[in-house]
């Protein structure tokens, strides 16, 4: 069973940078017992659907961003504490949201969220212009 805690939202102003943290329990990401498994954060606006944000496989050689994202955030982990981590950099109005960070039981990274089986209860972002 694994457990998800994402931490590390808040209140920002536009330009500014932001690191969001998702803990994982029940399972250590370097242990080399465990089941192949990759990391992604999603984000969620009310009323829109949960889009993809960026991931990470197991061994962290392998990362995806979406388009909207991509130069501005980087997500990497440490293996050692079992979490994932968000940092979000120039950040705008339109990355407010809630942020969700998801496991899923194989190691390439998926898009699409129905393909998560653990989520992070979330953790909110806004961002002042």
């Known amino acids: 069973q694994v457990q998800i805690v994402e931490s590390g939202g808040g209140l920002v102003q536009a330009g500014t940078s932001l690191t969001l943290s998702c803990a994982v329990t029940g399972r250590t990401l370097d242990s080399p017992a465990l089941t192949s498994l990759a990391i992604t954060w999603f984000r969620q606006v009310p009323g829109r659907e949960r889009e993809f944000v960026a991931g990470?496989?197991?061994?962290?050689?392998?990362?995806y961003y979406a388009d909207s994202v991509k130069g501005r955030f980087t997500i990497y982990r440490d293996g050692a504490k079992s979490t994932v981590y968000l940092q979000m950099n120039m950040l705008n109005p339109q990355d407010k949201a809630d942020y969700y960070c998801a496991q899923r039981p194989y190691n390439d990274v998926s898009q699409r969220p129905i393909e998560y089986t653990s989520w992070g209860q979330g953790t909110q972002v806004t961002v002042s212009s």
């Open positions: 990470i496989n197991q061994l962290g050689k392998e990362v």
